[in-house]
């Protein structure tokens, strides 16, 4: 008789454990987006122009499902193809994550689905102002923000380490193929303020196509300054074709709700065997952001700034233009 007791008892207890826990745990979720908008006026270049743009419109949804479970829904409205001369005048709404988040430890997140990929997002959050423009490697497309496939992060306070397999693709070209990007970066965080991350990624057809990046970073309540350097070789599966660029970022607060900014980017080619001129020549180029930023509250982020892009092909113009950009998100 005492025996079936203490069976019982020992058969109800992780029961009711569970059922606390439960108890305790409520799901819930929000819903989230942000708008890049912007005035803009050309200085000088080929193509001047003066116009309103909405350069982006995010609309997304996550909900945390339980404890160890998340999953994020999130709507790009854009282009997905800004390199084309008629992407402004298209928009579309796709995918830009679809995602379910496993976090079984407070050090390990298992992230399976459409997601943001590991490339630059450190560097575009250190820059603080994707609403401007993209972290070099964005900008100068080494390859895509988000992409489909799975991630493994180990998360501690001085060290993260991630291991992603994506499909290649990106986010706006979700084709099925035998090539995958195999991803791995590590993220340290030594001193207060200071973070440095090294990345790099692989993928495999009939010629070899990866990236390797470092990036440090320190930020103050003052100022902040990082720099990066990324090499991108084999460029769309074509031997030879190699893309290097270095940038340095920094910005300084002046009033409490005011910040001096400044970005100088270079990007430039290889010259493959039997060649004589860079490849890319005609995209290879320096560019210069600066100006100033207000923000009133925090989810809006108003700048004026001037942009310059040198191109290093001696017979094309320099594109210079002033503009005024603003981010709202909720």
């Not at 339980?66 to 999130?74: C, G, L, Q, R, T």
């Not at 986010?171 to 090294?198: H, M, V």
């Given at each position: 008789?005492v025996?079936?007791?203490?069976?019982?008892?020992?058969?109800v207890?992780?029961?009711?454990a569970q059922?606390?826990e439960a108890?305790d745990?409520?799901?819930?979720?929000?819903?989230?987006?942000?708008?890049?908008?912007?005035f803009?006026?050309s200085?000088?270049?080929?193509d001047?122009?003066?116009?309103f743009?909405?350069?982006r419109a995010?609309?997304?949804?996550?909900?945390?499902?339980?404890?160890?479970?998340?999953?994020?829904?999130?709507?790009d409205i854009?282009?997905?193809n800004d390199a084309?001369?008629?992407?402004?005048l298209?928009?579309?709404?796709y995918f830009?994550?679809?995602?379910?988040q496993y976090?079984p430890?407070?050090?390990?997140q298992?992230?399976?689905?459409?997601q943001?990929?590991?490339?630059?997002?450190?560097?575009d959050k250190?820059?603080?102002?994707?609403?401007i423009n993209?972290?070099?490697?964005?900008a100068?497309?080494?390859?895509?923000?988000?992409?489909?496939?799975?991630?493994?992060a180990?998360l501690?306070?001085?060290v993260d380490?991630d291991?992603?397999l994506f499909?290649?693709e990106g986010y706006?070209?979700?084709q099925n193929?035998?090539?995958?990007?195999?991803?791995?970066?590590?993220?340290?965080r030594?001193l207060?303020?200071?973070?440095?991350r090294l990345?790099?990624?692989?993928?495999?057809?009939?010629?070899?196509q990866g990236?390797g990046s470092?990036?440090?970073g320190?930020r103050h309540?003052l100022?902040?300054?990082g720099g990066?350097y990324a090499l991108?070789?084999n460029?769309s599966?074509?031997?030879d074709?190699?893309?290097?660029?270095?940038?340095?970022?920094g910005d300084?607060?002046i009033?409490?709700?005011?910040?001096?900014f400044?970005?100088?980017?270079?990007?430039?080619?290889?010259?493959?065997?039997g060649e004589?001129?860079?490849?890319?020549?005609?995209?290879?180029?320096?560019?210069?952001?600066?100006?100033i930023?207000y923000?009133?509250?925090?989810?809006?982020?108003i700048?004026a700034?001037?942009?310059?892009h040198?191109p290093?092909?001696s017979n094309?113009d320099?594109v210079s233009?002033?503009y005024?950009?603003?981010?709202?998100?909720f």
């Amino acid at each position: 008789m005492v025996f079936f007791l203490f069976v019982s008892i020992g058969t109800v207890s992780p029961v009711l454990a569970q059922e606390g826990e439960a108890k305790d745990f409520e799901p819930s979720g929000e819903v989230f987006g942000k708008i890049f908008t912007n005035f803009n006026t050309s200085l000088s270049g080929p193509d001047q122009q003066t116009a309103f743009e909405v350069r982006r419109a995010y609309l997304g949804y996550e909900y945390q499902i339980s404890k160890e479970f998340s999953a994020e829904v999130k709507i790009d409205i854009g282009s997905p193809n800004d390199a084309s001369q008629y992407s402004l005048l298209r928009r579309f709404g796709y995918f830009k994550t679809a995602m379910v988040q496993y976090t079984p430890f407070d050090f390990l997140q298992v992230t399976f689905g459409l997601q943001d990929a590991t490339q630059f997002k450190l560097q575009d959050k250190f820059w603080k102002r994707r609403y401007i423009n993209e972290s070099l490697m964005g900008a100068y497309k080494y390859g895509s923000s988000a992409d489909i496939g799975a991630k493994v992060a180990y998360l501690t306070d001085l060290v993260d380490v991630d291991f992603a397999l994506f499909n290649g693709e990106g986010y706006s070209s979700l084709q099925n193929d035998n090539t995958f990007k195999a991803a791995l970066g590590a993220t340290f965080r030594p001193l207060d303020g200071l973070i440095t991350r090294l990345y790099g990624d692989f993928s495999s057809k009939q010629v070899n196509q990866g990236t390797g990046s470092l990036f440090a970073g320190y930020r103050h309540d003052l100022f902040s300054i990082g720099g990066e350097y990324a090499l991108h070789f084999n460029r769309s599966f074509q031997d030879d074709h190699n893309i290097d660029g270095f940038s340095i970022l920094g910005d300084v607060k002046i009033l409490p709700k005011t910040w001096v900014f400044g970005r100088f980017d270079k990007i430039e080619s290889n010259i493959p065997d039997g060649e004589t001129v860079p490849w890319n020549l005609s995209k290879d180029e320096t560019a210069v952001t600066a100006g100033i930023e207000y923000i009133p509250i925090k989810a809006i982020k108003i700048a004026a700034n001037y942009q310059d892009h040198y191109p290093a092909a001696s017979n094309l113009d320099a594109v210079s233009a002033f503009y005024l950009n603003i981010e709202a998100s909720f």
